[in-house]
């Protein structure tokens, strides 16, 4: 509005609308944490392809249950995964001091796997002339390589180009620069002033030959190591567990998702779990806690060694997981193992069901249960059969079957959280209607932040209720609530009946939304009834 109207004419001003459109968060973003052949450590990646998986943590590994639930979560249909590698305390990465200098006695460079784990005894390294470490403007370059060798056999596996490198901290291809921040494979340091080591090639970039690369690890180097195993005592009793859970303060383990706020993720997977000496209880403990706070959904696995119905009762007993926030499958899968060549392999469930969870949310929305006749389990097969009075000693526990039918396959056949047994009664007792809570929930919370200061008064509230009411009304149009009209489906409230002058005082805006959820046909009942013919009368 301009200051003064100080000449005759049309003036034209602008005026807010107060819209600010609220956008729906993502709803199958998938966290995995695990142990994988590769990749950073307790660092939250975010991946979307198996491919992409592959390069960044070294793909199917055979002590990884977390690697095959990665390759079924895309392969069922998932799109964006961010995982997390965890190790043992006692990993390391491999490393060598590369040394130079009249008689190669000085220690001028230290070049060092980018993380801990085996995988970096396959990284070699190569540099293409002779500069001095003190040298002003001396420049080489660098080669950096995986491979995989068999005999005399050497297949590269990825290779990194570092060109015209500098020893001089002022130039802007300060090699430690250029190389900590670009490379996937290494780190290096700069030494003590000396000549770096030459190979006999004179050019590693262009005509580069295995004679001119020096394998981390070899040579006196350090050798890369993944500590204690998976499937080690020492990893199942202490190491597994600590590592998955992570701490807090470290932003380690689960927490390593506290890094990508605001960035949501939607679900959670622990496929190593099982594996551990509690079978997962106080993983899967802390996870729920953490899920809840983050407004997240929980997909728990079961140990291999559960494959009755009677044995998947006792471990929901003994593992006592009453929580709105997640759900649990029985039977495992089994697929056929490209390791192994194509033997049988027994699987988690809770990558295979993530992905279904996507496709689901893709296709029909995520008030749409994860389960029936579309719900097609892909690539895996079931580890156990249940037959339809088995189905009902699970269903009322609020244990999920998977089952198997003609002409449809195998399939997802049940949509009940933890909190759904029938003796629980709960609200949240179906996985969509309790997604869909937290869809919303997360949605309001991240689309209404310019809230915060803002003048705490009834412009401000009609402005809460008609962005929100425009949220509501865009799920009602896509059929996500029950109901015919607005009226019946949802309600948004904010005004001074739900912000009282109290609340004003301290600060506080009250904003008061509902909506009357789509619950799954669970039972369908069919009523027949015959006809009896016409009596006379």
Do not use: H
């Amino acid at each position: 509005m301009p200051s003064t109207y100080s000449y005759p004419g049309v003036y034209v001003e602008e005026i807010p609308s107060g819209v600010r459109t609220i956008t729906g968060v993502s709803t199958s973003n998938t966290a995995f944490v695990g142990f994988f052949a590769k990749g950073p450590v307790d660092e939250a990646v975010r991946i979307t392809s198996f491919g992409d998986f592959e390069r960044r943590f070294g793909g199917l590994d055979p002590r990884s249950e977390a690697s095959y639930a990665v390759r079924q979560y895309f392969l069922n249909g998932g799109s964006v995964a961010w995982v997390i590698r965890v190790t043992a305390s006692n990993a390391q990465a491999a490393g060598r001091t590369l040394q130079g200098g009249a008689y190669e006695a000085l220690d001028v460079l230290t070049v060092t796997a980018a993380s801990e784990g085996a995988w970096g005894n396959n990284v070699e390294v190569a540099i293409d002339q002779n500069v001095r470490a003190s040298g002003v403007g001396s420049e080489f370059n660098l080669v950096v390589r995986e491979v995989i060798r068999s005999g005399s056999t050497v297949e590269v596996v990825s290779q990194e180009v570092f060109r015209n490198l500098s020893v001089n901290t002022a130039s802007s291809r300060y090699a430690e620069d250029a190389v900590n921040e670009d490379s996937a494979l290494v780190r290096i340091e700069l030494l003590s002033a000396g000549e770096l080591p030459a190979p006999t090639g004179t050019d590693v970039v262009e005509n580069a030959v295995d004679a001119d690369f020096r394998a981390l690890g070899a040579g006196g180097g350090t050798v890369g190591s993944d500590g204690f195993e998976p499937s080690s005592d020492n990893w199942i009793n202490s190491e597994g567990a600590a590592a998955m859970r992570g701490s807090a303060s470290a932003k380690s383990g689960i927490y390593a998702l506290d890094t990508i706020a605001p960035e949501v993720f939607n679900l959670l997977c622990f496929p190593g779990a099982p594996y551990l000496s509690d079978q997962g209880a106080g993983v899967y403990g802390e996870a729920v806690t953490y899920c809840e706070g983050r407004r997240a959904f929980l997909i728990a696995d079961i140990p291999s060694t559960v494959d009755t119905p009677t044995e998947m009762l006792g471990w929901m007993q003994t593992m006592s997981l009453q929580t709105r926030n997640a759900a649990v499958y029985f039977p495992r899968l089994t697929l056929a193992d490209p390791l192994n060549e194509n033997r049988s392999r027994n699987v988690s469930v809770s990558g295979t069901m993530a992905g279904i969870y996507a496709r689901t949310d893709a296709t029909r929305g995520i008030w749409k249960a994860p389960a029936g006749t579309e719900a097609v389990i892909r690539g895996a097969d079931l580890a156990v059969r249940i037959t339809d009075l088995e189905n009902g000693a699970l269903n009322p526990r609020g244990i999920n079957a998977l089952r198997s039918f003609p002409v449809y396959g195998r399939i997802s056949w049940g949509a009940r959280t933890l909190r759904g047994d029938d003796q629980l009664a709960d609200e949240y007792k179906y996985i969509p209607v309790r997604r869909l809570a937290l869809y919303i929930e997360e949605s309001l919370f991240q689309g209404l932040q310019w809230v915060v200061f803002e003048p705490n008064d009834e412009p401000l509230w009609a402005q809460v209720r008609l962005n929100a009411g425009a949220f509501m009304n865009n799920l009602f149009r896509q059929s996500a609530f029950q109901g015919t009209s607005p009226r019946e489906a949802y309600f948004v409230k904010c005004d001074r009946e739900t912000t009282t002058q109290n609340d004003i005082d301290r600060g506080i805006v009250n904003i008061i939304i509902g909506f009357a959820p789509l619950k799954p046909a669970e039972f369908v009942v069919i009523k027949i009834q015959q006809i009896a013919g016409q009596i006379a009368a």
